[in-house]
Every structure is written in C-alpha cells, then in structure tokens.
C-alpha cells in the first residue's frame, strides 16, 4: 500500500504479521504500551467487538495504545465467538475480554455495554486504526448534558485494488450527499466504529436493539449498496435515535480531526472495482434525497 496522501501515524500500525508466528518482543511491546487500559475505576470504556480478527486486530490494537489519555480509560474487546486465533491475541496482549455467543454487531455491542464500567462508551472496531486523540476527542463533548451521542467520520485505507486519491474523492462526496439525505436525521450518519455515549443512558433507554440485523450501520449500508435489515433498524443509529427520543440530547458530530477513524476499503471494493463501488452507492445514495428515509424502512424520528 502506497504511503502518499496518508498521515505519517499510520505507518507505526501498519506492520506485517501472522497470527500464528507472532514475534516474542512484537507482544512484548504491545502488551506493554496497552497495559494503561488497566485501571480500577475507569471513567471512560472503549468497547469493541470482534468477530474473526486475527488479521487486524493487533493493528487495531497498537494504535489504540497511542491514545493520549487525560482520564483513566479501560479497554474492552468483545469477542463474538470467533473461529480463529482473535482470543488467543487477545490474551496474549493481556486485554481484558469476554465472549459473546449469539452472532451479530448488535448482541456483541449490548455484552459490551453491560460489561463496561466506565461514565463514558466510546464504540469501536477491530479493523479500524484510531488517532491519538481519538477517546478525547469523541468523549470530551459528552460533559454537555444536552448531548446524547458524538460520532466521527471516516477514511478507507488503500488496499492494492485502490488509491487514496480516488478514496478521497468517494468519502467527500458519499459525506456530502449523506449530510444533505440526512440532514433531518443525523443518527443515520452515525457509524458504529466512531461513536460514544454515556453508558447510564444507553443502559435506561434499553440498550441496543438486538433486532438489528447482523452489521452495520444505516449509513454504512446504504454506502456499500447493502439493504438494512428488515426492522429497519441498525444497532449504532437506533441507539443514538433511542437517546434523542427519550429526552437525553441531541446526536452531535465531531469535527475534530482526531475524531475521523482509517478503516479497510474491503467491503466498499466488494463489487470488484472502486469505480463500480463508486457508481453503485453514489446512485443509491441519491435516490434517496427525495425520500430521505426510504433506506431505513419503518424506523420513525
């Protein structure tokens, strides 16, 4: 993967390795720069669920171990009952873990909230890398009672079959055209890889709804041309919209650039081509501008 139009930062976790020949100093190091996630009375909990991981998550991991934390901050992965060698990572990095059997986003993010123990939850992935400043910037704003959820936004990584440059131009016109269709309903913009809360009033509102379908966000299903799951609903955006209709504030987006996550172009290049991909959702996306709620089914705002 060229390195042109990409920050510096990324180049530390972008490194080479197999799951099953892992250097001994490699998890020496990581183990040792994520141990600062061990805390007694944490006040904010990164929770991520994972689901056959093994080829991303000590990338996801090593930049998570880069946060600047002003505040103690616990790490909580949960794993949703993957086959292949995520939890054996996971112990070997010494991060604290529990298993969730049932499949699907929704019941490994509700494990993941009832497990937690921090003031603040701030949702990430196991395939995404995070700025620095990430956790700061997404939970900082949430110390204003009058808003209920932060979400960021995101940039796709380059694989082989793609370019930054060309990337660059599909995220600035998917957000533009995701702003304007959901302009009324910004917890359709939420993704569930870039979003925080306070757990107190995800906890009273019921939790994430575990009717959700399997993955994914209305925003990011829509974008990969996938149709969201027949309750229309999706667990990040339902949860954000369950906190604005019980009274608890507004969804608020972060413009902080140390609130945009890197994540894999692997389900956006799924048809094959950038261009096809780029084609398929733009089109998708704005179809959708009469009818601004059309891709989420019966959900109502």
Not at 87 to 109: H, K, N, T, W, Y
Not at 144 to 166: E, H, K, V, W
Not at 227 to 232: D, F, L, Q, T, Y
């Amino acid at each position: 993967m060229s390195n042109l139009l990409l920050p510096n930062w990324l180049s530390k976790h972008l490194f080479v390795y197999r799951p099953d020949t892992i250097a001994a100093e490699q998890l020496h190091d990581l183990r040792k720069r994520l141990a600062k996630f061990n805390v007694d009375k944490p006040e904010i909990s990164i929770v991520i669920p994972a689901y056959n991981e093994e080829a991303n998550l000590l990338h996801t991991l090593s930049s998570l171990a880069d946060q600047h934390l002003s505040r103690p901050t616990e790490l909580l992965v949960v794993n949703n009952n993957s086959a292949d060698r995520t939890q054996e990572l996971l112990d070997q990095c010494g991060v604290r873990s529990i298993i969730e059997r049932r499949p699907g986003v929704a019941f490994a993010r509700q494990a993941g909230l009832e497990a937690a123990r921090g003031i603040y939850m701030a949702n990430a992935d196991a395939d995404c890398l995070y700025p620095a400043g990430w956790v700061e910037a997404l939970t900082k704003p949430l110390h204003d009672p009058a808003i209920a959820c932060t979400y960021g936004l995101y940039a796709f990584l380059p694989s082989q079959n793609s370019s930054r440059l060309a990337l660059m131009g599909y995220e600035k016109i998917a957000q533009l055209v995701n702003s304007v269709r959901n302009r009324d309903k910004t917890f359709m913009n939420v993704y569930g890889f870039n979003f925080a809360f306070r757990r107190a009033d995800a906890l009273a509102v019921g939790g994430f709804a575990l009717d959700s379908g399997r993955e994914g966000s209305v925003a990011e299903l829509v974008a990969a041309g996938i149709k969201p799951p027949p309750s229309g609903k999706c667990e990040d955006g339902w949860m954000s919209l369950s906190l604005q209709q019980e009274g608890k504030g507004r969804t608020f987006r972060v413009t902080d650039p140390a609130a945009r996550v890197w994540t894999s172009d692997r389900r956006l290049l799924a048809d094959g081509s950038l261009g096809k991909a780029f084609i398929t959702r733009v089109w998708q996306a704005v179809r959708g501008l009469a009818s601004p709620f059309s891709a989420s089914g019966s959900t109502s705002s």
